[in-house]
Structure formats: C-alpha cells, structure tokens
C-alpha cells in the first residue's frame, strides 16, 4: 500500500482556542498562542457562556440587581470579554521576550450563549479555522467519557484538527 503524497502542505492561517475562563486555561491559551506564532495565524477566542438552572438565573438576576435575563446575559458577555482581555495580557506580559509580536492579542474574542460543544464545533465548522486548541480538565478518559465532557464531544466531532492542552495545575500562568 502506498501513501498519496499531498501536493501541498496544509497551512494553519486561522486558530480558533475555546475556553471555558477556568484558571487553567491561561495554560491552554499559552499553547495557541504559541502555535499562533510559529505559523504566524490569527486567533479566535471563543467562551460559551453555558445556560444557567433557573434557580442560578434568578439568583444571579437578584444579585446583580439586574431586571431580566437579557441584561444578565450581555454583563455575563462583558465580564468573560474582560477575563479574557486580562490572562491575554498576563500571557503576553510574562512572555514578551520570548514572542516580540503579539498576533494573537490582536485577535477576535467571541463570547455567546448556548451550549459549549455545540458553540464550538458550529465555529470549528464554517470554514474560516485551520485547527481548534482546547484544554481538557486532565481528569482522564474515564471521567470525560462518563461526564461526556465538552472537549470529548469536540474531538469526536470536529471537522478540523484539534489540539488538546491537558491542564497541568504546575505551568499556570
């Protein structure tokens, strides 16, 4: 059996990360990010905001001191914007000797509602990305397989490569 040789190399111009704003996924960012570099691409990132029990909502609504959902969904957007803004920076900032040109800071942040998995494999699924980072709990293929975890369900189900960044709790940013 012989292989076809590709007549040309693919190419990663467009890195889409998904996070879910833990701690650890600054360690994940930190590997887009590099990858961002070395094939000089452009990043997308992305941060489903999961829907809450209706408990949480209106607890959340009180709270806040926020009047309907609407509102409490767009200062949920603006506060994972800023999260997401602030490791950015830190990441740059603890690595601005290593990486003189800050590629991925200048990338689009994406922040919606709805379901995680499905948020991200719609994204990884029109065309614009080259290959998706995301990070795993590193809680194991048993535990991802009986909670079904987001990264499991993306793996399985991505129409572009995925990179996996397990979260090693020793290289937090």
Known sequence: ??????????GIRNILFATDLSEKAGHAFSYAAGMADAYGADTTILH????LPPNAELF???VLSIDNRHELINKLKADAAAEIEEYIGRFYTGNARRIQECRSAAG???????NAAKRILHHAGTGKYDALA???????ILHA???GGTSLKVIKNSPIPVFVVPMNKDTLL
């Open 134 to 140: 995301i990070g795993s709990s590193g809680r194991g």
């Open 145 to 147: 397989v009986m909670s």
């Open 48 to 51: 489903v905001i999961e829907k």
């Open 108 to 114: 689009t942040v994406l922040v919606e509602p709805g």
């Open 60 to 62: 959340m609504l009180s």
């Open 1 to 10: 059996m012989t292989m076809k040789r590709l007549k040309t190399t693919p």
